[in-house]
């Protein structure tokens, strides 16, 4: 699937949005001040919420994206379908390298709402993993681990 997300699509984002504005919300990050929420929706139609959480040792913090991946994978699930990511500022952040990777390994593509939030104003994009990401690290297919049979 490429291109802009359709209608349907859009209207989806915006729900995880809302869901991704609660998260910001909850974000812990003292250091930068810079507060992330994320919301990421499966096929079962489950929608995983993350924050990201600084710590005083700047490389054991975790961005809000792979917080959303690491839930949903607690909670057995394997399939995201689409996802929207708020930040500060007047045009939406986009994911860090590692988190784009990070969602690659679940799904090649899905449209994702970047969001900036500054005072009372948000400023939305919509995009596609595929377009962020367009060359994403794979292994050869006879190594990749998604296409074995789990036991």
Same mark, same amino acid.
């Given at each position: 699937? $490429?291109?802009? %997300?359709?209608?349907?699509?859009?209207?989806?984002?915006?729900?995880?949005? !809302?869901?991704?504005?609660?998260?910001? @919300?909850? !974000?812990?990050? %003292?250091? +930068?001040?810079? &507060?992330?929420? !994320?919301?990421?929706? =499966?096929? +079962?139609?489950?929608?995983?919420?993350?924050?990201?959480?600084?710590?005083?040792?700047?490389? !054991?913090?975790?961005?809000?994206?792979?917080?959303?991946?690491? $839930?949903?994978?607690?909670?057995?699930?394997?399939?995201?379908?689409?996802? @929207?990511?708020?930040?500060?500022?007047?045009?939406?952040?986009?994911?860090?390298?590692?988190?784009?990777? =990070?969602? $690659?390994?679940?799904?090649? #593509?899905? %449209?994702? @709402?970047?969001?900036?939030?500054?005072?009372?104003?948000?400023?939305?994009?919509?995009?596609?993993?595929?377009?962020?990401?367009? #060359?994403?690290?794979?292994?050869? %297919?006879? &190594?990749?681990?998604? $296409?074995?049979?789990?036991?």
């Amino acid at each position: 699937m $490429s291109g802009e %997300p359709t209608r349907p699509q859009v209207d989806l984002l915006a729900a995880l949005v !809302a869901e991704a504005r609660v998260a910001q @919300a909850r !974000a812990y990050a %003292p250091y +930068s001040g810079f &507060h992330v929420g !994320a919301a990421l929706l =499966t096929k +079962s139609g489950r929608v995983f919420v993350g924050c990201n959480v600084e710590n005083a040792s700047y490389p !054991a913090g975790i961005c809000a994206e792979r917080t959303a991946i690491v $839930s949903m994978i607690a909670a057995g699930e394997r399939d995201p379908v689409a996802m @929207a990511i708020v930040t500060p500022g007047k045009r939406g952040g986009s994911p860090c390298g590692i988190c784009r990777q =990070t969602l $690659s390994e679940f799904a090649r #593509d899905m %449209p994702i @709402a970047l969001v900036g939030v500054d005072g009372d104003k948000e400023a939305r994009r919509d995009t596609r993993l595929a377009a962020l990401l367009p #060359d994403a690290f794979d292994f050869e %297919p006879e &190594h990749d681990p998604r $296409s074995r049979k789990s036991p």
